[in-house]
């Protein structure tokens, strides 16, 4: 069993397009995460939420929207994609929210925006 | 403004020596840090971890070093294997905000048979 799931792996759109990534964790974490890998391979976090409350939101453009529906699962909706939007979004979880908790990361979405 | 810098892109080793991957911060406030090890097309997984108390950590083939003085970080892995080929990010999180982990750029790790 995965134990953070991400879907879609590999997501091709246009720009202007709207479209979801999916998460979820079976580890009973109450924290969750979504990074952005730019092409420079920086790892850069976007969001945290702790037991479906924000807590991080990091001046990303708002139309990143996240929602945690409960927490085991955050999804990352994207509005008006545009070309700089291409990256790799992982998302992750951790068990609390203190600041040694080591994140475990699910294998990430390409999206490509053509 | 990148808190964390790892400056060197790659590594190269032959199989059975040791690699010495580095990494530098700028931040004071940083006091615990974490090397993750990434495969291609998975999520990063963690590895080692050492908190600034200490300037040793010891797991098995991997040993991480900490220099507060010089805001250094290194991690060494004795024997490599071309198992351990592979992405090495080292990250610190940010005391004052929780669940905030600032990521090196990376290292690519090659170890040849």
């Known amino acids: 069993d995965t134990a953070v799931s991400q879907t879609p792996k590999y997501l091709v759109t246009q720009m202007g397009n709207d479209k979801s990534i999916k998460c979820e964790q079976n580890?009973?974490?109450?924290?969750m995460y979504w990074y952005k890998q730019d092409s420079k391979k920086f790892l850069k976090i976007m969001f945290s939420?702790?037991?479906?409350?924000?807590?991080i939101n990091e001046t990303v453009p708002n139309r990143f929207s996240p929602k945690s529906p409960d927490k085991a699962h955050l999804n990352l909706h994207i509005n008006s994609l545009e070309l700089g939007d291409s990256a790799v979004y992982f998302c992750?979880?951790?068990?609390?929210?203190?600041?040694?908790?080591?994140?475990?990361f699910g294998s990430g979405t390409q999206l490509s925006v053509l | 403004d990148q808190q964390v810098k790892q400056n060197s892109p790659s590594l190269s080793v032959q199989e059975g020596r040791i690699s010495i991957l580095n990494c530098d911060y700028t931040?004071?406030?940083?006091?615990?840090f974490l090397w993750y090890k990434k495969y291609p097309a998975e999520g990063p997984t963690f590895l080692i971890s050492?908190?600034?108390?200490?300037d040793k950590n010891e797991d098995g083939r991997f040993t991480v070093f900490l220099n507060k003085s010089a805001k250094h970080l290194s991690l060494h892995i004795v024997p490599s294997q071309p198992g351990d080929s592979a992405v090495y990010f080292c990250?610190?999180?940010?005391?004052?905000?929780?669940?905030?982990?600032?990521f090196g750029q990376g290292t690519i790790l090659t170890v040849h048979p």
């Open positions: 992750a979880s951790s068990r609390t929210l203190t600041v040694n908790e080591k994140l475990f």
């Open positions: 580890l009973g974490h109450d924290t």
């Open positions: 939420y702790n037991n479906k409350e924000l807590i």
């Open positions: 931040n004071s406030m940083f006091d615990y």
């Open positions: 050492i908190s600034s108390i200490k």
């Open positions: 990250a610190a999180p940010h005391l004052l905000l929780d669940g905030k982990l600032t």
